[in-house]
């Protein structure tokens, strides 16, 4: 089996990093942006099609406004900095939250960002800033709910397809594979909808220290597994899956 087609990550486990060193929690989030300059580049090799990541999900906002300023700075740098290599790589990037919660400055830079690297064929990167899993699935209700209210749409017609188009991901297949670092095995309110049928991975590395042997165990422990989509595993291995 090949690569898988998209992997989801949370990136778990900075403020422990940091705290491990005596230092403060801000340490580790810099610490964390080398990891994801690996992560992207060895996805880009693998041939993965696409890469959504979590970096600051809509209840991060609850954190001491310092922390809060440091991380939006920190995001706002690493977008100045990186954006004209990920465009010579083919890389298309997108934000994806609630981007009106960001500063304008921000928002600017991720629109230029994202319009530079709109038409790029290569891996599709997804950035989650003020994303929360609940929030997507909102949002999408309330367009499909506007649309049914000036008669565009019938409420009939919506199925998973109409639904699932409406979210932030919509062009993009569901999550094969989703990894957290950090240790906990939990969601915390990423992709809700669409990992209905991803394989998780938990690894106890904290995000600072992620690197291409722990995505590579992620993948091989991801290409052992029966992925049987509600079938039993019989059915799977005598009817080949259309
Ligand atoms: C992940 O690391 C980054 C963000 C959530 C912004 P944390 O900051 O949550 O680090 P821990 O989990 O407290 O160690
Ligand atoms: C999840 O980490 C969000 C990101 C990694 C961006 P958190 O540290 O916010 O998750 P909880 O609070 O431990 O569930
Ligand atoms: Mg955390």
């Not at 100045?80 to 600017?108: D, F, M, P, T, Y």
């Not at 997507?136 to 367009?143: C, F, L, T």
Request: charged share 25%; proline share 3%.
């Amino acid at each position: 089996m090949s690569v898988p087609a998209h992997i989801a990550i949370v990136m778990d486990g900075n403020g422990r990093w940091a705290e491990a060193r005596g230092e403060p929690r801000t340490v580790g989030h810099r610490a964390g942006i080398e990891p994801v300059r690996a992560t992207i580049r060895e996805c880009a090799r693998l041939g993965v099609g696409a890469l959504t990541l979590f970096a600051f999900s809509s209840e991060n906002w609850r954190r001491p406004e310092t922390e809060v300023s440091t991380l939006m700075g920190l995001f706002m740098e690493a977008l100045e900095r990186e954006v004209q290599e990920l465009h010579a790589n083919q890389v298309r990037l997108r934000i994806i939250g609630n981007r009106q919660r960001l500063a304008v400055g921000l928002q600017q830079r991720i629109a230029e960002a994202e319009a530079l690297t709109a038409g790029n064929t290569g891996l599709q990167l997804q950035v989650a800033v003020s994303y929360g899993g609940r929030w997507d699935v909102i949002e999408a209700a309330k367009r499909l709910a506007a649309q049914a209210a000036s008669g565009a749409l019938r409420a009939a017609d919506i199925d998973e397809e109409r639904f699932a188009r409406e979210l932030q991901l919509a062009d993009l297949p569901d999550p094969d594979l989703f990894i957290r670092t950090g240790g906990d095995h939990r969601i915390s309110n990423f992709l809700l909808w669409n990992i209905a049928y991803a394989e998780l991975f938990f690894t106890d590395a904290l995000w600072p220290d992620f690197n291409a042997e722990i995505m590579a165990e992620a993948i091989e422990d991801f290409r052992g597994r029966e992925r049987r989509f509600g079938l039993t595993g019989k059915q799977l291995r005598e009817e080949p899956r259309v």
